[in-house]
């Protein structure tokens, strides 16, 4: 059992706001990550539920129950840390034992459940190995191992994989989500990985400037951005103006369907479509004109920047025989078209990130 | 567009080391001046220990003079009031340091005045502080008539005496005020570089104040503690100065009694001085290897010293 709730939390740093009105709820069973830039306020927020850090405002409650005045030895959530941080006189199955010796486990339970979790976290026949005789990845592990053992309510993870290389990464993130599909463990994943998040988690929650921006499933985010600020996030970087009249979105690049329960009429509203979403070609079949500025050849998918009259689209194609200078055609799928409610973040708000 | 070459992405601390001549050539200079003055010195001193005073026509190597001084009960008397009192303010200062350096971790790292007051006792040399002591402790120093003005004794002879006592209480309290920020900066450091970090690692794995400071923050300042203990050690058990001015005339601090033999207007004597000194160096030796050794094995661990 393990059910997380964040209500208002706001916090500062000598005086900054850090963190502003962080609403968030972690369900029982629940991975949720926590994804912003470096300087968001991620690791401020779990480090908060944890408890090193006190909030100005707010409330968490860990299942159901204020955690507020609690030391972070009272709460039921372990955090690991981004650097492994390991006790470097202890050997592995004292480190992962270390959590079941404060609280006074009796030593053969203790030994059992160290067993059980080293195998879980595929460390068996490490247990007397000294710390600096491990590799990166297995101290990480040994690091996520000694949190798990505990069998906490919340399991906090701040960036765990982000000192790991390419190859070890994945294989990390694969075993935390095995470990977190077994165990069933409320776990809050902090990333400012973009791709991690909505690989790993059931739900995303994005931090941008100590503001919780948008919580969903990983496609909502990444399809259905709430904001311009969170579309670019995800690597959005194709917006347009346009003016709403009569349920439609009237802009110098075409006129698109207004989603239903937009209830504007005659403002002006931003649209975005995916690089990935954008159609390139050299023939006259696509309506809007355009010249080539830029190629950047990225392996499986080649980047082009084409200059329609005033904009800038950035289209992202397998094709990879345009070149600079080149006159193309490009065309805006109504279907993949993105329009902003009126209440999101204006378009000059964007340019400022 | 810049084109990088291919070495000036190398990270120093990937920089391949330079060959052993390489370092050879460098640090020739600065070896050159240490062999010749510190070796040189010690190397007189030995022949000297060993008997060689032409001047005094004595020229033939033995170890004679070290079996005298180690026959002779003052040397043991000495020797073991050195060790006492090395030894005490050592422990003294290393367990005051503790409590000051967690003081210190737990204030704003910020708060520059308390840590620039701290240091201060780092800049004075210890003969001003033995001197300070003395000034202040003496049967008619500050403290005796402050407790005299009080009323609390009725004359300057009733202050115990503190200086040139003879539990050498003023040279260890010269000690301890001398070394404490010494061995306080030390353990700060480490507190400071992952120390507190794993202390946050402690508290969220669940242990109270006393577990963290039990299972956590004396594993991982021992060794810089001991490193710097021992290095503090090995000054008092071979500093003149101090001991000289504060301490008792019987029995004398080691380096205090190989000064006086030295300095005998009988030119024989001065073998079973040197004979001391070298004695004193040795031990002084022994307490420089085991804190590297004790600081290399940290390092080998992934302390940061």
């Given at each position: 059992m393990g059910e997380l709730i964040l209500k208002n939390i706001n916090i500062r740093y000598g005086g900054e706001p850090v963190v502003r009105d962080f609403n968030l709820e972690v369900r029982n069973g629940e991975m949720v990550s926590l994804l912003g830039p470096s300087g968001a306020g991620k690791t401020t927020v779990l480090k908060a539920v944890a408890g090193l850090i006190r909030p100005e405002r707010g409330e968490i409650l860990i299942d159901g129950y204020s955690v507020q005045d609690l030391p972070p030895e009272k709460r039921d959530a372990v955090m690991v840390f981004?650097?492994?941080?390991?006790?470097?006189?202890?050997?592995?199955?004292?480190?992962?034992?270390?959590?079941?010796?404060?609280?006074?486990?009796?030593?053969?339970?203790?030994?059992?459940?160290?067993?059980?979790?080293?195998?879980?976290?595929?460390?068996?026949?490490?247990?007397?190995?000294?710390?600096?005789?491990?590799?990166?990845?297995?101290?990480?592990?040994?690091?996520?191992?000694?949190?798990?053992?505990?069998?906490?309510?919340?399991?906090?993870?701040?960036?765990?994989?982000?000192?790991?290389?390419?190859?070890?990464?994945?294989?990390?993130?694969?075993?935390?989500?095995?470990?977190?599909?077994?165990?069933?463990?409320?776990?809050?994943?902090?990333?400012?990985?973009?791709?991690?998040?909505?690989?790993?988690?059931?739900r995303v929650s994005l931090l941008l400037n100590g503001r919780l921006r948008q919580v969903g499933k990983p496609r909502e985010l990444f399809y259905r951005p709430a904001d311009p600020e969170v579309a670019r996030f995800f690597g959005a970087r194709n917006f347009i103006q346009g003016r709403v009249k009569d349920g439609w979105f009237q802009s110098e690049f075409g006129t698109f369907q207004v989603p239903q329960g937009f209830t504007a009429n005659g403002d002006w509203l931003t649209a975005t479509i995916r690089p990935e979403d954008l159609r390139v070609s050299p023939d006259s079949q696509f309506e809007i004109q355009g010249e080539i500025q830029k190629i950047n050849f990225e392996g499986s998918a080649t980047r082009i920047w084409v200059r329609c009259r005033t904009t800038e689209f950035v289209v992202l194609t397998s094709e990879a025989d345009f070149f600079p200078g080149q006159n193309v055609r490009i065309h805006l799928p109504p279907d993949k078209i993105r329009i902003f409610p009126p209440d999101s973040k204006e378009f000059e708000k964007i340019e400022e990130i | 567009?810049?084109?990088?070459?291919?070495?000036?992405?190398?990270?120093?601390?990937?920089?391949?080391?330079?060959?052993?001549?390489?370092?050879?050539?460098?640090?020739?200079?600065?070896?050159?001046?240490?062999?010749?003055?510190?070796?040189?010195?010690?190397?007189?001193?030995?022949?000297?220990?060993?008997?060689?005073?032409?001047?005094?026509?004595?020229?033939?190597?033995?170890?004679?003079?070290?079996?005298?001084i180690l026959g002779d009960p003052d040397f043991l008397h000495s020797l073991l009031l050195t060790l006492y009192i090395a030894a005490t303010s050592t422990v003294v200062a290393a367990g005051i340091s503790v409590v000051m350096a967690l003081i210190l971790i737990g204030l704003a790292p910020r708060n520059r005045v308390v840590h620039f007051i701290f240091q201060i006792p780092l800049t004075v040399p210890h003969l001003v502080i033995a001197a300070a002591v003395a000034f202040m402790l003496s049967p008619t120093g500050l403290c005796s008539r402050v407790v005299l003005k009080l009323g609390l004794i009725s004359s300057s002879a009733d202050f115990p005496l503190l200086i040139n006592d003879r539990w050498g209480i003023g040279i260890m309290l010269a000690y301890v005020w001398k070394e404490i920020p010494f061995i306080t900066l030390m353990i700060l450091a480490v507190l400071r570089h992952t120390g507190m970090e794993l202390l946050e690692v402690g508290q969220t794995l669940k242990a109270g104040r006393w577990q963290r400071l039990r299972y956590i923050i004396l594993p991982t300042i021992f060794p810089s503690l001991a490193a710097a203990s021992l290095i503090v050690f090995a000054y008092t058990f071979g500093a003149f100065e101090v001991p000289f001015l504060l301490g008792q005339t019987y029995p004398m601090m080691l380096p205090v009694w190989a000064y006086k033999n030295y300095s005998d207007v009988d030119l024989l004597a001065r073998p079973e001085g040197i004979a001391t000194g070298m004695l004193i160096a040795l031990v002084v030796a022994i307490a420089i290897v085991l804190a590297q050794g004790l600081s290399q094995a940290a390092r080998r661990r992934g302390i940061v010293l």
């Open positions: 981004q650097k492994p941080l390991l006790f470097p006189f202890m050997n592995v199955m004292q480190n992962v034992g270390f959590g079941l010796r404060m609280r006074g486990e009796p030593v053969r339970e203790a030994r059992q459940r160290i067993q059980e979790i080293l195998a879980l976290t595929q460390l068996g026949g490490l247990e007397y190995r000294k710390v600096h005789e491990l590799s990166g990845g297995q101290q990480q592990r040994v690091s996520l191992a000694r949190a798990l053992v505990l069998k906490p309510a919340i399991l906090l993870l701040d960036e765990p994989l982000s000192n790991l290389d390419a190859n070890l990464r994945q294989q990390m993130r694969e075993l935390i989500q095995e470990i977190q599909a077994q165990t069933r463990i409320t776990t809050l994943f902090v990333t400012h990985d973009q791709a991690e998040a909505l690989m790993i988690s059931h | 567009m810049t084109v990088k070459s291919e070495n000036s992405g190398v990270d120093a601390r990937t920089r391949p080391v330079p060959g052993g001549w390489v370092l050879v050539r460098l640090m020739g200079p600065a070896l050159t001046i240490v062999a010749v003055l510190f070796g040189g010195g010690l190397t007189l001193g030995l022949l000297q220990s060993l008997g060689h005073l032409p001047a005094a026509g004595a020229g033939v190597l033995t170890v004679k003079h070290f079996v005298a």
